[in-house]
């Protein structure tokens, strides 16, 4: 008797949590069927604002990290810096609307278009596939590959003909181990879960060269005396490129202009000068900027 | 000694912004502790309610808040009411508003749990000295029932005002935010920040439960002995 009691309770709580799963999915299937059709004119309706509604409000809606020095982070004084934020002062400033930046993760920035709660993402936000089935990226801005850092004495430049006895370290996770098992699976991979134990595993000298993301083996060999980033572009190369709601043409295209507009003052070799410089130096800035939305 | 990088603590207004994170963190927790409290209690006489419906639907209520991790319940709030229902919530509207769904399950419970706890001769022997119903209620039932939630409830503030740190998911910068954001724009010039700024974190979310842990106890010995 009492199992029976149980064993419905457990099946009406389940229906609840299907139900409640149900209307969240159908309500997301249903939002973006809006939004193709629709002209989606408000932003509370989980939609988004178009560029005349951004200019008439005069606020823009920003998303950007406020933890990644030096993309998108918070100085000593709360305000918000960095590469993105750079860009994104610009275009409010050409938009003529104020700027409010929204402090996004890497899990939610996708979620925070999809709700029309921003208008456009700024968080170093890599182009990809999957991701451009949920919002729309605009011209990149900047370009993203793998690097591969070693000592001065015994320069990594090529990962052909490798010595076995030789290790690569990577740390678990990320893009540099997938790509690796998957092109190169006879370099043998010595594995760490997180940046400082593969930092101090690769000083210790445990393995001949580190590979990560370009950027992150720049800034290492930078900051750290006798290393050399002896290639700094592996694999498939990246863009970064800002994101808006699926579908908000009108300010992806004026976005683009903009991004083609500023390419002709060289803007963003002048934003990676005033926020990157100090992080990766100048050698790389024409490897790594993207000017007027053109990638080679 | 070994350098903990507190220093950058002092750099700006960086202490200042520190503590504003745990006056939001703070200002969440209350809030939503102020109105779970009550509503719990109610809550809880419901659920030992006879009614077989009224049983149903709490309980059913308290399974689905306690298996949902606080993250979904938060990130169902907060995005999910602009999907669904086309809601604007703010980040802090939609933190007060899982906290206060969770704490009145969580508390609710509790509160179930402590009055069938009490003994059924503790109702008899009142009857027997000639109490009414109300008398036996607000003389013998409510102060042993009080007295068996003060640190079950305690246990539950304290664990509402550290999930706060939660809430930087839907946008909300708290103490941990303003942590990290401090470490993270340091991260060149003081790498071994990390382990002064968590340290002052520590404290100040210890400096705060503490206090409350006190009340607690005192509250205890105090009716214990009554």
New interface residues.
């Given amino acids: 008797m009492k199992n029976l009691k149980i064993k419905k ?1 457990l099946a ?2 389940v229906a ?2 299907l139900t ?1 799963g149900l ?2 999915c159908g ?2 299937n249903s ?1 973006s069927a809006k939004s193709d059709t629709a002209s989606g004119s ?5 939609s988004y604002r178009t560029l005349d509604e951004i200019k008439e409000d005069g606020t823009i809606n920003i998303g950007v990290f ?4 030096p993309f998108g ?6 305000e918000y ?1 960095g590469y993105d934020v750079y860009f994104a002062n610009r275009l409010a400033k050409d938009l003529g609307v104020k700027v409010n930046f ?4 890497a ?2 920035r996708i ?2 278009l ?4 921003v208008d456009v993402i700024l968080a170093n936000f890599t182009v990809t596939e999957e991701r451009a089935q949920e919002v729309d990226f605009a011209l990149p801005y900047m370009n993203v590959a793998l690097g591969v850092v070693s000592r001065e004495d015994n320069v990594i430049k090529s990962l052909d003909n490798w010595n076995k006895d030789d290790s690569i370290i990577v740390i678990s996770g990320t893009t540099a181990e997938t790509y690796l098992t998957e092109n190169y699976p006879d370099i043998p991979l010595q594995k760490f879960d997180s940046y400082a134990t593969a930092k101090e595993a690769f000083q210790n000298g445990t393995s001949v060269a580190w590979a990560n993301d370009n950027t992150e083996v720049i800034a290492f060999a930078l ?1 750290n005396k006798g290393y050399t980033v002896g290639i700094s572009e592996l694999g498939n190369k990246d863009t970064i490129a800002p994101a808006v709601t699926k579908g908000n043409d009108s300010l992806r295209e004026w976005i683009n202009s903009e991004i083609e507009t500023l390419g002709q003052e060289n803007f963003f070799h002048k934003d990676y000068e005033e926020t990157l410089v ?2 990766y130096g100048t050698d790389y800035e024409d490897s790594l900027v993207v000017e007027g939305g053109k990638t080679e | 000694m070994l350098d903990l990088g507190i220093d950058v603590l002092f750099k700006g207004s960086n202490m200042l912004r520190l503590l504003s994170g745990l006056w939001v963190a703070m200002k969440i927790s209350l809030v939503s502790i102020l109105i779970s409290l009550p509503l719990g209690v109610l809550v809880g006489a419901l659920m030992t309610v006879k009614n077989r419906v009224v049983k149903v639907i709490f309980r059913v209520y308290l399974e689905i808040i306690r298996i949902m991790p606080q993250l979904v319940l938060l990130f169902i709030v907060y995005f999910g009411t602009t999907r669904a229902l086309g809601w604007n919530l703010s980040g802090e509207v939609a933190s007060v508003i899982v906290f206060v769904l969770w704490g009145t399950a969580e508390m609710g419970d509790l509160v179930r749990g402590a009055l069938i706890s009490i003994p059924k001769h503790q109702f008899e022997s009142s009857e027997a000295l000639g109490l009414t119903k109300r008398q036996t209620y607000i003389y013998i039932i409510i102060p042993q029932t009080i007295q068996r939630l003060i640190p079950l409830s305690i246990n539950l503030i304290t664990r509402m005002i550290k999930t706060t740190s939660l809430v930087l998911m839907i946008g909300v910068v708290e103490m941990l935010k303003v942590a990290q954001q401090i470490i993270e724009a340091n991260r060149m010039t003081s790498p071994n920040a990390a382990f002064g700024v968590f340290l002052i974190v520590f404290i100040l979310y210890f400096l705060v439960c503490w206090p409350i842990s006190m009340l607690a106890r005192y509250l205890e010995k105090k009716w214990n002995i009554a």
């Fill in positions: 309770l009406v709580a609840g949590i409640v209307v969240a309500s997301s939002d408000d932003a509370a309706s989980g406020s933890d990644k020095n982070y918070v100085d000593e004084n709360g810096q929204v402090s996004t993760e899990a939610n979620e925070y999809q709700t029309g709660k900051q100090d992080t």
